[in-house]
């Protein structure tokens, strides 16, 4: 097993054009000069440093998540085998597909390797651009190949480097939202600070490197920050064009990079749509946003081969069905507020009538069925119903897609995080209420100011489009603590730029004298000066025997995460991988698990042998897991779904009847005759157990 062991010794921003220039950064006289040239050099000054310290905060963040995956793992020390088993689970399958374009002599032999690939699935030839999310993985293999740099850094290196540099635009992106929200540099500097102080909840770039959402998180910040800016009113014509043009482009990027994005432009097409239901936003806007969200979509569809995943996706039938409904329905954002409140509920409902019917047309006609076990957990996890479906329930007994621990509120607010996001979310909701219910209420005269001019000040469009994705991405990070990072990063913006009045930042400071930076500080200099080391000899020792005693093309099954280390190790052919967007994987997945069921020896190997597999990795760890309570340990969803009872001291469900054979991975190592016949035990050690089937008489 892997272990980390001690070693040995040995914005940029402009100023709104719909309000006077202030003084941004520090406390200065009740009246800044009144001449045009002092203000205009101010600006650029402001400009200059704030721009200086925002590419500072991104550039020293990305050097201090390097240094700690280096004095983690002593990644420049540890064995090139040792390198690619530490990117485990689906980051080794990812990172296989760029080691691959690398060995190859040409690119159109690359590429022509990743359309057609035979290796990643035994017997069956998949579209990997079609099917994943690898051209990250294209494009830097081809950037790593141009560029005069291979004698100076390793291919590895450019890789893991890049992601880190990635995290530098990260932050910068999330300073710059802060600064354009609050109008001044330092809350951005704050938004920093919090994203590092509170890295174990903010990223975990550091150990899940190839991770798709490493990827995609740095670009849909960009967003966010473009957007905040595009919502500003009074925009120059030529800087809503750039502003519009980045948000695509961001917008492309995080559709790209990541097989969620969907989901995630979802909840964003959610926001603008209570935002704009509202009146809290320009609907001109809106509508432009709806329109890139969808453009972007498309064209990812193209690159994918026309994913069909993508088609049928709920944020297009979304977006549709919102841009229809406005057409169909007149005169929404008129009326008295109940009339107003009559009309907007008619329209949620012809909205989400809309949205099903359109995504089950879609799904039909593609005959999608590939996120299907997506709705099957949400099903079970909100509780609609039990449910004995393997996937789900692969699902639902995993805990990064469990609820928010509540120890993640107890770490962020050690350093005052949660305490101030919580004081600016209340202020903001109040202020939200009160906007949202004199729009409803004064709906028939829009053009006036007196009563609700001092709410637009108050919460402005950039302000309530932020408020509203707080609490929408903090809804998702509660119910599923995998998607945590895209609200704790961007809570550490929404805190910092409620604290930006001169009152509040005395209060911060006193508030930081008392609690004092010695809490945080020596916390950060432990961790860079913390030395372990990547220990896992069992797997290295496994990985050099498959390179040393199996065929290139031999077919190997075992568990998704093991064979994605395999795959980019060894190059060995696959039968599952830990990629689950296929309908068809999944089945072949639950077939191959059968391994830790409770099967006969015959069974077994009829299902191995109809994948072409040549060889079995049987994992203890697996076999005889305890790190799962009863009812989630894999063994028990394997018994569950086939119908028989499970092991140990518990409650079964009525219906649930004794198998007939004795567990698979545990009767084969007693080496009896009806194993042997089809099984021959080739390699053993304390973690792995390998047997070659006997071929097919």
Not at 5 to 16: N, P
Not at 41 to 47: A, E, G
Not at 289 to 295: A, V
Not at 400 to 406: H, I, S, V, W, Y
């Amino acid at each position: 097993m892997m272990s980390i062991r001690q070693r040995k010794g040995i914005k940029a921003t402009e100023l709104s054009e719909d309000r006077p220039a202030q003084d941004e950064n520090v406390k200065v006289e009740n009246k800044l000069p009144s001449g045009c040239t002092s203000g205009g050099v101010w600006r650029i000054l402001s400009f200059a440093v704030g721009g200086t310290v925002a590419l500072c905060s991104g550039l020293l963040t990305s050097v201090y998540l390097a240094t700690l995956h280096e004095n983690d793992l002593w990644f420049s020390n540890i064995k090139e085998v040792e390198r690619e088993i530490s990117f485990r689970t689906e980051c080794g399958l990812y990172y296989s597909y760029y080691k691959q374009m690398l060995q190859a002599p040409t690119l159109k032999q690359g590429l022509h390797g990743l359309i057609y690939d035979n290796k990643t699935e035994s017997m069956r030839t998949i579209n990997l651009l079609e099917r994943m999310n690898i051209y990250q993985e294209v494009f830097l293999s081809i950037l790593y190949k141009v560029l005069p740099i291979q004698k100076y850094l390793e291919p590895v290196y450019f890789y893991i480097y890049t992601l880190f540099g990635l995290q530098a635009i990260y932050v910068a992106a999330l300073y710059v939202t802060s600064w354009l929200l609050s109008g001044t540099w330092l809350s951005g500097l704050l938004a920093a600070f919090w994203y590092v102080t509170n890295r174990i909840d903010t990223t975990r770039v550091e150990f899940t490197i190839p991770l798709r959402e490493n990827w995609a998180l740095p670009f849909f910040a960009i967003q966010i920050a473009a957007i905040t800016y595009f919502l500003r009113p009074n925009l120059q014509p030529l800087s809503e064009r750039l502003t519009l043009l980045a948000i695509f482009v961001s917008t492309f990027l995080f559709s790209l990079t990541w097989q969620f994005n969907q989901f995630m432009m979802l909840m964003q097409a959610l926001v603008l749509f209570v935002l704009d239901s509202l009146d809290m936003l320009p609907a001109v806007k809106v509508t432009w946003l709806y329109g890139i969200q969808i453009t972007s979509l498309f064209l990812v569809c193209i690159l994918q081969f026309f994913n069909s995943m993508i088609l049928g996706s709920l944020l297009i039938s979304f977006n549709l069905s919102v841009l229809i409904s406005r057409k169909l329905q007149k005169n929404l954002k008129t009326g008295s507020f109940f009339h107003r409140l009559g009309k907007l509920l008619l329209h949620l409902f012809m909205v989400l009538c809309l949205t099903l019917f359109l995504n089950n047309v879609i799904k039909k006609i593609l005959n999608l069925k590939s996120d299907e076990h997506i709705f099957k957990f949400l099903k079970a996890k909100f509780g609609f119903g039990a449910t004995r479906d393997f996937d789900a329930n692969l699902y639902l007994c995993e805990e990064a897609f469990g609820l928010l621990p509540f120890n993640t509120f107890e770490r962020l607010s050690s350093t005052l995080l949660f305490y101030a996001y919580v004081f600016v979310l209340s202020v903001t909701v109040i202020a939200a209420i009160a906007v949202a219910f004199h729009n409803l209420s004064d709906s028939t005269n829009q053009q006036s100011t007196g009563k609700m001019g001092k709410w637009t000040v108050e919460l402005k469009p950039e302000t309530a489009y932020n408020l509203i994705h707080t609490i929408l991405f903090g809804f998702l990070a509660l119910s599923t603590m995998r998607m945590k990072y895209l609200w704790t990063s961007h809570m550490c913006v929404f805190a910092s730029f409620g604290l930006c009045s001169p009152e509040i930042w005395e209060l911060l400071l006193k508030l930081v004298h008392l609690y004092s930076p010695k809490r945080f500080w020596p916390g950060m200099m432990d961790e860079l000066s913390e030395l372990r080391e990547f220990y896992d000899p069992d797997t290295v020792e496994l990985m050099n025997w498959i390179n040393s005693n199996t065929p290139r093309k031999a077919v190997f099954a075992g568990s998704m995460q093991l064979l994605a280390g395999v795959k980019l190790c060894t190059g060995r052919v696959l039968t599952n991988h830990p990629h689950y967007e296929d309908k068809s994987l999944r089945e072949r997945t639950r077939a191959v698990y059968q391994i830790y069921a409770k099967r006969s020896p015959e069974e077994v190997h009829a299902l191995l042998r109809s994948f072409g597999t040549d060889y079995v990795i049987l994992e203890d760890s697996i076999c005889y897991e305890r790190r799962h309570r009863r009812g989630c340990r894999l063994r028990d969803l394997l018994d569950v779904a086939n119908g028989h009872m499970m092991d140990g001291p518990g409650a079964n469900e009525p219906d649930l009847k004794p198998a007939g054979h004795p567990r698979f991975c545990e009767e084969i190592k007693r080496n009896l005759p009806p194993y042997t016949a089809h099984f021959t035990r080739v390699f053993q050690n304390k973690t792995f157990h390998v047997y070659k089937l006997t071929r097919n008489k």
